[in-house]
């Protein structure tokens, strides 16, 4: 079946260490997305990358990275500049283009203690 | 900038009765509009896009919308409310030349 997958669902870390969160796609998307959801905030985007080898930084970029080395996976590490890491992350994907219906993975739930 | 307000935090209808989700937006030119679902826990499910033409838009799910360009609104609605539709939703507007804006979800919560 084609899908997004998210890795692992639950995350623990200690305060200061980077952590990277796994997101891989079969469906032949070009778009791929980072989002960041808080109780009452909605979706934040993070990054997102309408091709491999090239991304943009979304409205709360600070404190992450990413890469996009192949067009299946797009991983998201939170760095220890992150000030307030603890989240509910979801990595989407799409078609070409920045209206083609999102699809949208199960989400990693970090919490940093 | 485009922005999307849903002024509802949560609601709570009775299963069985009818339901309207608010969702406002701001942006100069014509929208691009979605409603997505969200289940406690999981990513989001696409119900239904507003991009042109026939301004009610039939979804998944049995759910509709109507887009109000007076208004700037693009409210959600279902005319019987099941049980299983207890979750989170999300208006978001698109213009094509950057990625969609979310609005902050309103939860729905179904009483029997």
């Known amino acids: 079946d084609g899908g997004i997958t998210q890795s692992p669902k639950y995350l623990f870390r200690k305060e200061g260490q980077n952590v990277t969160l796994s997101c891989e796609q079969n469906?032949?998307?070009?778009?791929m997305y980072w989002y960041r959801q808080d109780p009452g905030q909605g979706l934040r985007l993070i990054y997102y990358?309408?091709?491999?080898?090239?991304?943009q930084k979304g409205d709360i970029a600070e404190g992450y990275s990413v890469s996009r080395e192949k067009k299946e996976s797009f991983p998201l590490t939170v760095t220890s500049a992150q000030k307030n890491p603890t989240a509910f992350y979801l990595c989407?994907?799409?078609?070409?283009?920045?209206?083609?219906?999102?699809?949208f993975g199960p989400g990693t739930r970090l919490t940093v203690l | 900038a485009q922005s999307v307000t849903q002024p509802d935090i949560h609601i709570t209808v009775s299963e069985g009765a009818s339901l309207e989700l608010r969702c406002n937006y701001s942006?100069?030119?014509?929208?691009?509009l979605f409603w997505y679902v969200q289940s406690p826990g999981q990513g989001l499910q696409l119900l239904l896009k507003?991009?042109?033409?026939?301004?009610l838009v039939q979804g998944i799910k049995g759910f509709e919308a109507e887009f109000k360009r007076s208004q700037s609104s693009f409210n959600l609605r279902k005319p019987s409310v099941h049980w299983s539709d207890a979750a989170e939703y999300f208006c978001?507007?698109?213009?094509?030349?950057?990625?969609?804006?979310f609005g902050k979800g309103t939860r729905l919560s179904v009483i029997a």
């Open positions: 942006y100069g030119a014509t929208p691009y």
């Open positions: 990358s309408q091709i491999v080898n090239d991304f």
């Open positions: 978001a507007v698109g213009s094509g030349n950057t990625p969609l804006v």
């Open positions: 469906l032949n998307h070009d778009a």
């Open positions: 507003y991009f042109s033409g026939d301004t």
């Open positions: 989407a994907s799409n078609r070409e283009g920045l209206l083609n219906e999102q699809f």
